[in-house]
């Protein structure tokens, strides 16, 4: 099993900061199956970046995703009011089981 | 619009079973593999299942292999997921997500439903 693990547990960032998550591998993950998710309280997750760096339909471009192999990032360029949320990134496709990181909260400093 | 709606959540004593639903609308349903995924109380997500677009092929994490079964009706438009012996660590809210890409099942979940509660507990 890929363990994903996501660093740090908690963001505190301030409107117009940039933000900058980590996702490490325990072992290679291909770039195709490297996903990212946002999730706000009492919402389902939704899809922010697919393949590593390609962004989903209508996700704006202050977001973007970077890396390969073992470590990958989820850059937020200027935090907006509603980027304060809770962020996972998962395996997607390498192998079974998928799996996800144990999530980044970003919240308002 | 496309849309995932589940249903069949509820409270169910341990070593009971529940089957929940997913109903699909605004895509080819049949055209798509289909995930189920679930987030106990205050933590974080966990895969559990996939079934691919016909249904001849299913997988399941370990945690859940041999009480859960994944199925889906793609006359109905449906997915579901009957769970059986269900324990106190499976109380979670469980969500079905579809795959971005038709046909395939590798891939990121680009439409999620707004989950259903279940409840394990005596």
């Known amino acids: 099993e890929i363990v994903l693990t996501q660093s740090p547990g908690t963001l505190s960032l301030s409107p117009g900061e940039r933000a900058t998550l980590s996702c490490r591998a325990s072992?290679?993950?291909?770039?195709?199956?490297l996903a990212w998710y946002q999730q706000k309280p009492g919402q389902a997750p939704r899809l922010l970046i697919y393949g590593a760096s390609s962004r989903a339909t209508g996700i704006p471009d202050r977001f973007s995703g970077s890396g390969s192999g073992t470590d990958f990032t989820l850059t937020i360029s200027r935090l907006e009011p509603e980027d304060f949320a809770v962020y996972y990134c998962?395996?997607?496709?390498?192998?079974?089981?998928?799996?996800f990181g144990g999530g980044t909260k970003v919240e308002i400093k | 619009e496309v849309q995932l709606l589940e249903s069949g959540g509820g409270l169910v004593q341990p070593g009971g079973s529940l089957r929940l639903s997913c109903a699909a609308s605004g895509f080819t349903f049949s055209s798509f593999a289909i995930n189920w995924v679930r987030q106990a109380p205050g933590k974080g997500l966990e895969w559990i299942s996939t079934?691919?677009?016909?249904?001849?092929?299913?997988y399941y994490a370990d945690s859940v292999k041999g009480r859960f079964t994944i199925s889906r009706d793609n006359s109905k438009n449906t997915l579901y997921l009957q769970m059986n012996s269900l324990r106190a660590e499976d109380t979670a809210v469980y969500y079905c997500?579809?795959?971005?890409?038709?046909?395939?099942?590798?891939?990121?979940?680009?439409?999620w439903g707004q989950g259903t509660m279940v409840t394990v507990s005596s």
């Open positions: 998962q395996q997607c496709g390498s192998s079974f089981p998928f799996t």
């Open positions: 997500a579809k795959f971005l890409v038709r046909g395939l099942i590798r891939d990121a979940f680009d439409i």
């Open positions: 072992q290679s993950v291909s770039s195709s199956y």
């Open positions: 079934i691919n677009s016909s249904g001849g092929s299913t």
